[in-house]
């Protein structure tokens, strides 16, 4: 493989506190050098002049369908979405048929993404046998075939003797339970976030408090067993405010949030628009203000997509038939740009959230760093480019998203993976062979 370097970019690292002009060298699948005056070596050449240079995103959190669910997402098509949106590590969630519950399907989805996926996927496994909340799955068994957290994604784990017993296991093997806060009960036949949109729509609502009731069992069951319970998708102002009192009393709860939960509202429901149908669904402005105020204060941990693909028929439907869930990874750096560019978060902290951030949930302090010896997985954007988003192009097979037609600013422009370019657009210049 031959060497890259990365000229004349704003290489911003927030784990090293670096934000300066500078170049890369790229050798052997490695970081390899970061200065200004490049050695006198062969290499291609990256032209990154007005863009960002960081390191690749982590994502920990998406649906890639296989197996079982082909016709909405592959491994294949699924990592290469990623690879556009500047995400060079995904972690998958086990919800797939049959469900990622046992060594053997865990490995399945290993293979795979070793055999077609474009970047690197890490499994997360079932916290429960077939995903039912009765009994648990083997937890040991899947941390031996390498899963880096639990989950019963799409829905939460209901019986918290059953969620005690998964936090225990947690404790003893190291690993996160990643829990889809939603009390079933309260969201039976719910379309989309209570209130009086959804009064006027005549659809079912969606409490709050379904979500912040399993957001506050988990962090006591947290306290209790010592376990470590990573919170996914939070979508409300009170949720945010149960999470910051949890860490404050020292207990191990971790917080993800979306970019739809912190850019978008219900009002995108309006005019019964099935792609903006996600659970838990879109909420009000104050509760994106809460998420956003909850990451500068290190309350929410993380940004994960819940990339969620769906086939056309999925959401060319009636509202209440439809599926939940958006196709993110496309569309995910441009709509976190918007808070950066109306000054409510630093592009700095951005970039820490979907790199330093995540990896230092996964343990692995070689991802998300763009220090020398690191893998070179990289990602560069240029912050300002206007494009339309248009889900036809999408590399995804789901098209399913809201901000179909919309203008945003801020685009990944090329995407290294363990030091090879693996995605380009048209407006990086590179010399050398690809
Ligand atoms: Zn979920």
């Not at 750096?333 to 630093?346: C, K, R």
């Amino acid at each position: 493989m031959k060497s890259i370097l990365i000229k004349d970019g704003r290489i911003i690292d927030p784990g090293q506190g670096l934000d300066e002009r500078g170049s890369l060298l790229l050798s052997e699948g490695r970081i390899a050098w970061r200065g200004v005056t490049p050695p006198q070596t062969d290499y291609d050449i990256l032209y990154a002049e007005g863009m960002v240079v960081c390191p690749g995103f982590i994502d920990l959190h998406c649906h890639l369908r296989q197996p079982g669910s082909e016709e909405k997402e592959t491994i294949a098509t699924g990592t290469q979405a990623a690879a556009r949106g500047g995400f060079t590590t995904i972690c998958c969630m086990p919800n797939t048929s049959p469900p990622l519950d046992t060594r053997e399907t865990v490995e399945y989805v290993k293979a795979e993404a070793e055999k077609s996926g474009a970047i690197r996927v890490l499994p997360i496994g079932c916290v429960t046998r077939g995903r039912k909340g009765e009994e648990l799955a083997d937890m040991e068994g899947l941390a031996r075939a390498g899963v880096i957290g639990f989950s019963d994604d799409g829905s939460p784990v209901k019986d918290p003797e059953i969620m005690r017993q998964a936090l225990e296991k947690s404790r003893e093997l190291g690993l996160p339970v990643i829990d889809h806060c939603e009390e079933p009960s309260l969201v039976e036949g719910g379309q989309m976030n209570e209130g009086e949109l959804a009064q006027r729509l005549g659809l079912r609502g969606i409490p709050s408090a379904s979500e912040e009731i399993m957001v506050s069992r988990n962090i006591m069951l947290a306290r209790m067993t010592g376990g470590h319970v990573h919170i996914a998708h939070v979508s409300t102002a009170g949720a945010v405010a149960l999470i910051r009192d949890g860490k404050k009393q020292g207990i191990r709860v971790t917080a993800e949030a979306t970019p739809h939960h912190l850019t978008l509202t219900e009002e995108e429901c309006n005019g019964y628009n099935t792609n903006a149908k996600v659970s838990p669904p879109l909420r009000t402005r104050r509760d994106n203000q809460s998420l956003l105020r909850g990451l500068k204060d290190n309350v929410i941990d993380i940004i994960a997509t819940d990339h969620a693909p769906h086939a056309r028929s999925d959401k060319e439907c009636d509202f209440v038939k439809a599926a939940s869930g958006i196709s993110n990874f496309e569309t995910a750096l441009g709509s976190l740009l918007g808070p950066v560019h109306s000054g409510q978060l630093t592009l700095n902290m951005l970039i820490a959230r979907l790199t330093g951030d995540p990896a230092r949930l996964l343990k692995d302090d070689l991802l998300g760093t763009l220090k020398v010896g690191a893998p070179a997985d990289i990602t560069i954007f240029d912050p300002y480019k206007e494009w339309t988003v248009e889900p036809g192009s999408f590399a995804s097979k789901g098209k399913n998203t809201p901000l179909a037609g919309r203008v945003l600013k801020g685009k990944t422009t090329a995407t290294i993976y363990g030091g090879k370019l693996i995605y380009k657009d048209n407006t990086v210049t590179f010399i050398g062979e690809l």
